[in-house]
């Protein structure tokens, strides 16, 4: 069984969930002037790659497949570089198609790769880890890594459909698994309590088991969240910055340990601060923030931080690429489910991170 969502706005699409998927609905999405499909794929997911390219063959499709380095050094411009030669030499046309296999690091350069190749081709996401098939796979961004910072050069593309199978899980490591479902719990605390419900109601083994119906089932729900959100704002016009819940501080934890902590486990620790900020308002209630706590410790993600003090993860917020004037933003909940972005004092944070573990 599959659910499919649709994605509406200037560039409308469809994103199917569903287990056990087989290879009928990638063909389905290919219209009648396809020709050619390069399917761009991370290593682990070769097999399945070359028998998708199977499959299209016997449809009667020319197909080729291209691996690339693994995770962000593949994101890189010498990788893209490589694929604009395969797709020169396949003869990828105008009505051709890529499809980006893999995790979040495949579906923002192959869908990069897309965007630039003749201008722009169609685009399929068939994203293989949890984070992909709830954040990066839908909505549109791309990108690529640069030597001055990760993520600075790409452009919204967004894919004609995304395939999300979830028996495509059953390979990845556990602490991938949970990574994506802090962002999950994250779309269930800005506007999806029933994720809450069903995350605190069931054992971990089942929500972080790829043919539980639990974890369909919250997958589901936070997909339909950000196609929600990216339907109303594709472009982060305003809207879409609700989706940064927990990111603020979640960016400054990544660059202040180079990229080594998963990005999820710094979204969770990103969220209990934000609770916290939220709570001095007099916003959340203890009991809000204690549900943060106990949720996403539940998958077993990091509710704390000790590594940097609060002046570095400071210093690095102020000199994000969305920070003007010196005055950070954050994502805070009005209650549960009411997000919105606000202006914070860099003096508001010290409470909030002492809370957290973080040193002065
Ligand atoms: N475009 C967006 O809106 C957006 C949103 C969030 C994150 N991102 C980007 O996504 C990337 C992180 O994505 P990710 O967490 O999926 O990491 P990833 O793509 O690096 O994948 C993690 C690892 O799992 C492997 N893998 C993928 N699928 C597998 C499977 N089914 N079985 C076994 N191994 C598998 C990959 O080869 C890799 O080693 C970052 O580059 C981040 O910047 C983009």
Redesign the pocket.
């Given at each position: 069984m599959s659910t499919t969502i649709g994605v509406t706005g200037p560039h409308p699409s469809t994103i199917t969930v569903g287990r056990d998927l087989g290879f009928a609905p990638i063909a389905a999405v290919l219209d009648e002037a396809v020709m050619k499909v390069l399917i761009i794929h991370?290593?682990?997911?070769a097999a399945r790659a070359v028998a998708l390219a199977e499959h299209l063959r016997s449809l009667g499709y020319e197909v080729a497949t291209a691996d690339h380095p693994?995770?962000?050094a593949?994101?890189a411009i010498e990788v893209v570089a490589g694929l604009w030669d395969t797709c020169g030499h396949l003869q990828l046309g105008r009505k051709d198609v890529i499809i980006a296999m893999?995790?979040?690091?495949?579906?923002?350069m192959a869908?990069f790769v897309a965007a630039t190749w003749l201008r722009g081709v169609t685009l399929i996401n068939v994203?293989?880890?949890?984070?992909?098939m709830v954040?990066?796979?839908?909505?549109?961004?791309?990108?690529i890594?640069t030597s001055v910072g990760?993520?600075l050069v790409?452009s919204f593309y967004p894919a004609d459909a995304v395939i999300a199978d979830m028996s495509?899980?059953?390979?990845?490591?556990r602490q991938?698994l949970a990574?994506?479902a802090a962002?999950v719990i994250k779309c269930g605390f800005i506007a999806d309590p029933k994720i809450l419900r069903i995350v605190g109601e069931t054992s971990p083994e089942i929500l972080l088991d790829p043919s539980s119906e639990q974890l369909a089932e919250i997958t589901t729900r936070a997909i339909t969240v950000k196609a929600r959100v990216v339907s109303a704002d594709l472009t982060e016009g305003g809207l879409r910055e609700i989706l940064n819940y927990g990111h603020t501080l979640a960016h400054a934890i990544e660059r202040a340990n180079d990229y080594t902590w998963?990005?999820?486990d710094a979204v969770a620790v990103g969220c209990c601060f934000a609770a916290r900020l939220a709570q001095a308002r007099g916003l959340l209630s203890a009991d809000d923030v204690a549900r943060h706590d106990q949720l996403f410790s539940r998958v077993g993600l990091p509710t704390r931080y000790g590594g940097s003090t609060l002046d570095e993860l400071t210093h690095i917020m102020l000199s994000d690429k969305k920070v003007r004037r010196g005055i950070l933003r954050f994502v805070l909940l009005e209650g549960i489910a009411h997000p919105a972005t606000v202006s914070v004092d860099p003096q508001e944070l010290a409470a909030p991170a002492s809370q957290i573990g973080i040193r002065a």
């Open positions: 991370a290593r682990p997911l693994d995770a962000e593949g994101k893999g995790g979040g690091a495949t579906t923002d869908g994203p293989t880890t949890l984070l992909g954040d990066a796979a839908v909505g549109g961004k791309t990108g890594n990760k993520n790409g495509l899980l059953a390979t990845l490591p991938d990574a994506g962002e998963r990005h999820g």
